[in-house]
């Protein structure tokens, strides 16, 4: 709810929008109109006008329950955020729109108590997320799956904060560990669509409905979602995909969100493998799970790319419980940073480490089992199952959130911007 208020009192305008909007340009202007119909809103509430054409209409009329508020090409966005702060009532929930693409401003637009910021350019399917994430569906027959959903699923997030840490091996064993070992339905989901591996580690054809369910959102029902998967024994199904690179980022925020209220269906566990150029080029992605896991090595570079990658998971998902897993330790005994090292120089607390055991792992993959499958005895596959413990949520300590991971403020250092 925004911390936004008029200082002056208007008299009410004969006519409240439950959902308003002022877009500067006219192709925001039909992004959002598609977006919001694609929630229900069909209302002609959409206004092309700059911002302070946006400002001097609010100062006169009672402020919509939703309202989105386009900064144009602004750079000062704090300082349009006090503006608007003067014509808005308390309660509001407010969604700006800008070209400013910096963390910090998003966390101190968010810290304002604006409800969400969007940059521009964006697709009416970020806008129809946006929303979702801002109030509940205005369809009443779509509110009880969201609100019984995340209560009778896990989601949880594994992303490699450098590439070649050893995210996607933590992931697929953490899935098979949990549908074999604590005997739950597990969805293993590869959001890498392109070069991802958890195809090949679990050794299984990919197929391409992973990729269709990015491309086609409205396709999906649980018809196509279980085609889209791969079966893996009774309790455990994987959804993969090798896209030609020649097509670029697939990913999609809303479509995801979409796949995942369908996953989440008829799963206990849902275990997401997100390459870190995803979670950094939609953002939004972060907010469905309840639990993120940040895997690193023990280098500088991984230190502080884990630091960056957990600001960003907390900003975009406060409640989140938010983890890290120190992976490849013994690689370089005398050059690698030591566990406290890395914990005192990132403020960020290891839960789980796994040793450099390179014959193992590529004894397992030649295989096509899981480690912890294949060589449950071995020095890897022992340390493995503590941190499967850790993403299936068995270790689950209280009090998540980022900041209960932090022993202090971690230093801030260059922006991480989307893409």
Known sequence: M???????ETEPAAMCHDFLAFASDQQTADTITRGAESEGIVDDCVIRASFDEALESLAGMPTPSILVVDLGASSDIMADVSRLAEVCDAGARVILLGCVNDLRIYRDV?????????????????FSACLQRTRPPLDSARAPVAAETPSRTDAVCVIGVRGGVGASTLAANAAWFAAEQAQKNVTLIDMDLTF?????????????????????????????????????????????SETDPAKGDMADAAAFAELLEFVRQDSDLVIVDVPRSCAVAHPAMLDAFTRIVLVAEPSLAAMRDAVRLATLAGAVNPGADISVALSRQGIAPKEELSRKTFEDGSGLKIAACVPFEPRTAMRAEAEGKCIVQAHPRSKLGRALVPVAELICGQERKTGGGLFAKFKRAPKTGAPLEGH
């Open 196 to 240: 991802g591996t958890q195809a090949l580690i679990l050794d299984v054809d990919p197929g391409g409905g992973l990729s269709d369910a990015m491309r086609e959102p409205g396709r999906m029902d649980e018809l196509f979602v279980k085609r889209a998967s791969v079966t893996l024994g009774e309790k455990f199904r994987v959804m993969a």
């Open 110 to 126: 968010i810290a304002a108590g604006v409800a969400d910021y969007l940059i521009k350019p964006f697709t009416y399917h970020d």
């Open 2 to 8: 925004i911390a936004l208020k008029k200082t002056i």
